[in-house]
């Protein structure tokens, strides 16, 4: 069977290849990403997140900072985690440190970003969550009550962005 019998027509009169599905070939950001694969980028980017707070409110808490100190630092590495995890996974797949930095940064700022304000609005807003101690079932219900609802929020941004090109689509050529 010849390669040329492997591909579709799309109702947008570009190529699919048989398998792939619709995302990024040659410049052309296919349109329709699917829901899973807004629902992966998102967990990925809350994975950077959770690590990256959880740190930096442990950080804050054990050197008796202020909310607000402990919350820049917990937001700088949730940032910093999430471009990691996307960072060594181009890395594993051979492509050079700038080009890497490059991607992780066009691949998880606006996810990152979506998340991290969401989710800080709603500890900001939840009465007590600011002074609560690691310790406290309040910080972790807080915590864990506004990833999810970051959660839910940042999907949809994070499939529309796939679904032009953007966010995670590319880092999709080295998954």
Known sequence: MEHAAHHTNTPNGHTAHEGHGQ??????????ASWGMAVKATLH???GC?????????????LAWGNVQTMVLAIALAFVFGYSLTLFAV???GVDLKTAIKIAIAADTISIAVMELVDNAII??????MDAQLSDGLFW???LG???IAFVI?????KWMIGRGKGHAVVHAYH
Request: glycine fraction near 18%; hydrophobic fraction near 45%.
């Open 23 to 32: 995302h990024e070939h040659g410049g052309h950001a296919h349109r329709g």
């Open 45 to 47: 980017c809350l994975t």
């Open 50 to 62: 959770a690590i990256g707070e959880i740190v930096g409110m442990a950080i804050g808490t054990a």
């Open 91 to 93: 890395r594993r797949a």
């Open 124 to 129: 900001a807003v939840v009465p007590g969550a």
């Open 141 to 143: 219900s807080a915590l």
């Open 146 to 148: 506004g990833f999810a």
């Open 154 to 158: 940042t999907t949809p941004v994070n």
